[in-house]
Structures are given as C-alpha cells and as structure tokens.
C-alpha cells in the first residue's frame, strides 16, 4: 500500500510534470514568489519570472516543457502587453508636447536604428531582415522606471512628458517595420505588396478607430450595470483586433496594442474597468508569457564552446541598445536646451528595453528571423537596460527635486495626502454612479478610504433602523471591493439628518462631501429649510452634489460654469484640481463659462497644476441671469456649476435654489454643483450668524414656487 502511493507520487512529480492541476500550480508558485525573491537585490520582478523560467524549463530542470497550454498562456500575454501599452498612454499628455515629442520620438527611432543596423549587419554578420528586425528592436523602449519619477513628484516636468510622447511614436513606428519585415519574410517586396499592405492596413485602421470605438460607447453606456461583461467585452476587443491584424498581413501584437490606442478614451485609468485588466492581466497572463520566454533561453550555450559567440552577441546589443538611448537623449538635450539631469531623466526613461522589446524578438523569434543566440543577448539587454534604467531615473530624479524644481500639484489648503472624502447616503438607487465619481476624482496619494456615511434618526425605531442602515453599508462595501477601493463604513445616530451628516464630518476632518442630488421636498420641509441648504449651512468642506443619470461615457465635454470671483473662495484649488483630474481621469476637454477675470485666474492655476486637459473659454458677464447660461449648454455636456454658500465672496441671489432650478431645467443630463469650501465661521456671540434678510427673501421666492410655475 505504501509503495504503491510512493509509486503514486513519484509519478506525479517525474519532470517533465504531466498533471495540468500541479503544472498550474507550480506557475502560480513561481509567480508568487520570484518577485518578493528578488525585490531585496533590486532585480526588476520582469527579470525575475525570466529567470523563473529558464529555470524550471525544458533547458533547465526540464519541470515544464513548451506545450499547446502553455502556448496558449503565452499568447494570451503576449497581446496583453501590447494592449496594456496603448491602453496605458496619457493622450493628453502627448498632446500638449506633441510637437517636442515628435523630435524627440524621431531621435529616440532613428539614432538606435542607425547604429544598431551597420552593427547586425557588419559586425554580428547577420542578414539583411534580421539585422533591420534587430535595429528596430533597440529603437523600442518601456516606460519601466516611470513610477521613480512619479514618486518623487516630477511626473509634469516636460521632459517626462516628452519621453511618454515619443514612446508612443516609436513604438508604432517599430510596429510597421514588423508588419513590412513580415511581408518580406514571407516573399518579395514589390509594388502589389505595399498596395496590399496599405489598402489592408487602412480598412485595418477603419474598423479600430472608426468602428470599434462607437461599439464600445454604446456598449459601456447600454450594459452599464454588467461589470463582468465590460471586461469581457473589453477582451473581446482586444482578440479581435488581434485576428484583424491577422488578416491584414499583420502582427497580432500589433492589433492588440491599437486596440488600446482605440479604447484609450473610453476606459478611465483609476476606474474598475481598469483596475480589473490590469489586475487579472499582472496576475495572470503577462507572468506566464514571462515565464515561457525564460522557457526557450538556453542558458547552457554560454558554457558551451558557442558560448563567446553568444556573450559576443550580447555585449553588442546590450552596448548598442544602451548607447543608442543615451545618445538619442543627448540630441534632444541639445535641441531643448535642457540640463544634464533633464538630459539623465529622459535616458533613464527611455533606456530600458522591456516589454515591447520582448514582443517583437519574440515574434521574429517565431518566424525563424531571429536565431537563439540574438533571443538569448536580447534577455541580457532587457537584464541590464531595466537595472541602468532604474538606477540613473532615480539619480535624476533626486537631483531635479534638489534643485527646487519638483512640480507642487496641489496650491489648495488641502495636502494630497491628507484628503478626506465623505459620501453622506440617502438611498442606494444612485450609490454606485456616486462611489464611481469618488474614486476617479480621490486624490492617488491619500491613504485614507472613503467614508461612507449613514445617518439613522434618533427615534423609536432607532435600533432597528441601524440594523438596517449596518445592512445597506454592507452592500456599498460589496460593490466598492469590486473595483479594490477602500471604503469606511460609518454609522451615526442623530435627530436630524444634516446635523448627524454635519458632526460625521468634523469628527473624520473631512475635506470634501459629495451628495446624491437634492430630491422633491415636502410642504413642511420648504418652509422649515431643506435638507440640502441645512447640510450647507451646518458644513465648511467643499461639497458637490451629483446627479448622474448615465455613464461618463456619452458625455463628449465638461461644461463648467464660474460665477465672478469664484477664484476669491478658499476652496477654489480644491474643486479645480478636481475637475481638471475628472476631465483627465475620462478624456474630456473642459469648456469655463466665466468672466474675464476668473478667465485669468483659472488659467493661472491650470499653468500651476500643468494639466495637460485641453481647455477653452466662453465668456459670460449676465450672471444675475443665470438661464443665460443655457445659450452654452447642450445635451453632450456634463455640466457643472459653481455656486457658493450664503455670505461667501462669490455668493449671489440669482444662485439661490440653483440646485431645483437646473434640475428641472435639464432633464436626464449628469449634473455636478459645487459649493467650495469657507473658512469656519469664528463669531463672538453664538447668534451673530442667524441669517434674517435670506430667511424673507426664501420665503417670497418659494410660495411663489409653490403656487406658480416655474421658468425655463
């Protein structure tokens, strides 16, 4: 009996291993461990799952070997990388330094290409496709040390903006050399191949940015409550683009990296769509196509009498990648005129060969262009590129922070760090849409969760309706796991609502409360004073109001209206940087309805955040006529409206009730107001702030709205 399960177990374990159950294991095994493994000795977690599988491979202790599973896996990452790779590009951000990016993308594609090819072709001997293959690879670069920079808080220096600018651009022109080396790998260059190239490749482009982007608008907006079927759809997308490409005579790398450009927009980066790609593909797909690189690396070569030859190769392309970035780095430092750290920083940046190096020498790997030796030094290139790129980053980095020069991203009283959210619940039919607005405009750098508030009153059915608000608290914190955001459920017992919502805040020193939008109030309630204006008037946070009928999705612009001297309240920088990281977050331009003076001003600050969101300006002076502003309203907008608490700076009667009005006013549109926030109120005698004049101008206006209609 016991032979017989030794026997048993000697079976399940004979390399190479056969059991599909402990082969997934043992990758999820390596996946786990090869990156906390190597985190200490600063080896980067890409190099680490290289090395996992040229261990456990068939040219090492041969526990896995190359199969149609594992072929599947591989794919499955490969396309992954490339998709994530355009998914992941700040579009904004190459917008506003296209034209130095462009430069720089031309320096950082031809200088590499230019050394790298007389290199292949003279020195390593090798042919004409695979020494332009080979060039073309060192022209390629992975943004692996970006999250150094911003760490130390330069992610806005221009000289980061246009390494991000020109990663796009050589990329996709590394890309079409791919799609023309493949043609030519498969027969002669001649005038029906470009004219097939270029017809093919056009209907190629058609279908992904013409085509593919309405499907998916009309698809997020119309399944909005499916989250499961948007990151299928998503996939989908990505597969198809793949098999697409496919059919134009090109690589399926190269459709999945333009499903990310085509989908850019429509997927928010800090959303749940996001976060879920990004989740199961870093946990998943990319790993094994790691893994299975390190499979086909023979590491015996380097012992074996062809071993010179091989460390021979290496060298070169490792010295030829390296010298190639820093002398395209060079070239755009003297054309800018920056400075030597300016110079280091974009080097460092762009200086590391990753995971769009590995795509392409894989692919001409597959097509037998690429011999093993040229797989096995790039390994080494991508080794050192990454270890160089991380070191000199970090040097320059720290170095630009000490010459004073780090970008300050936040003006407003408000420390990013320190910010505080709460989102006061009333019920749970708009719960989501208003999770959803917390998370895109919460700051990246707070660490404290957002507070999720419900306030049970202080009656008879006090007991039982804490139980029941405990129930719904349960349910919101269901859905924000979903999307890995951090909530705090609290629950507070008070005799009024506004005064519970009023001591929550205090007590968590909450900078911001973001509320559903006010609903139909009753008789009693508009002469006695509305649950909104008294949560108004008992707060001094920034507060916004939220009604968010469908998807971000539809909308095609922010239309924010700033009454005169908005820029005068304490909370301006607040609500301004996080409408600018809204705008950003979903890739909508902004349009300011405002005066001339609050033009300046908004323009200052949007010069001190460096936002890279396009802007425009409608001036607008009639602000005691507010249904003026509907002239620069339309149904694509999400409108936004800046109004301010009674006796602000910027307060004015014609904003009174401005919440009722506009949302009457426009009908199934998402709408946003805003009350920034105010100093707290330091008076002698407790009655000083008792309201009177308003208290009469309330009630006149508001029999009138009882009995009479309203205007439009």
Not at 28 to 41: A, E, Q
Not at 437 to 458: G, R, W, Y
Not at 610 to 633: C, H, M
Request: hydrophobic residues 50%.
């Amino acid at each position: 009996m016991n032979n017989k399960i030794f026997d048993h177990l000697i079976h399940a374990f004979e390399a190479p291993l056969t059991n599909p159950v402990l082969i997934f294991s043992l990758v999820l095994f390596i996946i786990l461990l090869s990156p906390i493994l190597l985190r200490p000795i600063k080896i980067p977690g890409i190099i680490g799952l290289i090395i996992s599988g040229m261990i456990i491979g068939p040219h090492g202790l041969n526990w896995l070997e190359k199969n149609s599973a594992v072929d599947l896996f591989s794919t499955i990452g490969l396309l992954y990388i490339m998709f994530i790779a355009g998914l992941e590009l700040d579009m904004n951000e190459f917008k506003k330094t296209k034209h130095k990016s462009f430069l720089f993308g031309f320096f950082t594609f031809i200088i590499p290409i230019s050394i790298g090819f007389p290199v292949c072709y003279y020195v390593l001997d090798y042919n004409l496709l695979t020494s332009i293959l080979i060039a073309s690879m060192f022209a390629t670069h992975t943004l692996v040390s970006y999250p150094i920079v911003n760490r130390y808080g330069i992610s806005k220096n221009e000289a980061v903006a246009i390494t991000i600018g020109g990663t796009i651009l050589t990329d996709t022109a590394v890309l079409i050399i791919l799609a023309v080396i493949k043609g030519a790998s498969q027969g002669a260059i001649d005038n029906e191949f470009w004219v097939t190239l270029g017809i093919s490749f056009a209907i190629f482009l058609f279908i992904m940015f013409g085509v593919i982007p309405k499907i998916a608008r009309w698809f997020f907006e119309k399944v909005e409550s499916e989250k499961t079927g948007h990151y299928i759809f998503v996939l989908t997308v990505v597969f198809f683009a793949a098999f697409l490409a496919e059919m134009a005579n090109l690589e399926p790398i190269i459709g999945a990296f333009v499903a990310g450009l085509a989908l850019n927009k429509l997927i928010p980066h800090s959303s749940a769509l996001m976060n879920r790609i990004e989740f199961i593909g870093n946990a998943i797909f990319i790993p094994f196509f790691l893994i299975s690189v390190g499979m086909i690396v023979d590491i015996s070569v380097f012992t074996k009498s062809a071993g010179w030859t091989v460390i021979h190769v290496a060298g070169a392309l490792t010295f030829v990648g390296i010298v190639g970035k820093f002398l395209a780095a060079t070239a755009t430092k003297w054309a800018f005129k920056y400075s030597n750290n300016e110079r280091n920083l974009i080097f460092g940046l762009s200086n590391a060969h990753a995971a769009a190096t590995l795509a392409i020498i894989m692919v001409g790997y597959n097509l037998g262009i690429i011999d093993e030796n040229a797989l096995n030094g790039t390994i080494v290139l991508i080794l050192v590129s990454c270890i160089i790129a991380s070191l000199v980053t970090e040097n320059a980095s720290k170095k630009i922070v000490l010459e004073g020069r780090q970008h300050v991203e936040h003006v407003e009283h408000v420390e990013a760090h320190e910010e505080q959210i709460m989102i006061p619940i009333a019920n749970l039919n708009n719960m989501e849409a208003i999770l959803d607005f917390a998370t895109l405009i919460k700051s990246n750098k707070s660490p404290h969760p957002l507070n999720i508030l419900s306030v049970v009153p202080n009656d008879e059915q006090a007991e039982r309706n804490l139980v029941l608000a405990r129930q719904t608290l349960d349910k919101i914190s269901k859905y924000a796991s979903g999307s890995e955001t951090d909530v705090d459920l609290i629950t507070q017992v008070d005799y009024n609502i506004a005064n519970g919502i009023s001591r929550a805040s205090k007590q968590a020193e909450a900078d911001c409360l973001i509320l559903g939008w006010p609903s139909a109030t009753s008789f009693v309630e508009k002469i006695v004073g509305e649950k909104a204006e008294s949560i108004l008037n008992r707060t001094d946070a920034n507060l916004i109001m939220c009604r968010i009928e469908k998807p971000f999705i539809t909308n095609k612009m922010i239309t924010i209206f700033v009454p005169p001297l908005a820029e005068s309240e304490v909370g301006f920088h607040y609500w301004m940087e996080k409408m600018t990281k809204l705008a950003q977050e979903i890739s909508l331009p902004i349009i300011f309805v405002c005066n001339d003076r609050s033009k300046s001003a908004i323009e200052t600050q949007l010069e001190t955040m460096q936002s890279s969101v396009p802007v425009s300006f409608e001036l607008y002076e009639d602000w005691d006529n507010i249904y003026g502003l509907a002239t620069f309203s339309n149904t694509d907008s999400l409108l936004v409206f800046v109004s301010s608490r009674y006796g602000e700076v910027s307060y004015r009667d014609s904003l009174d009730g401005i919440a009722k009005r506009v949302g009457r006013y426009y009908k199934n549109q998402n709408l946003l107001l805003i009350f920034p926030s105010r100093l707290e109120d330091q008076h002698i005698d407790e009655y000083e702030d008792i309201q009177t004049a308003p208290i009469f101008r309330k009630i006149s206006r508001e029999i009138g709205n009882m009995f009479g209609k309203d205007k439009n």
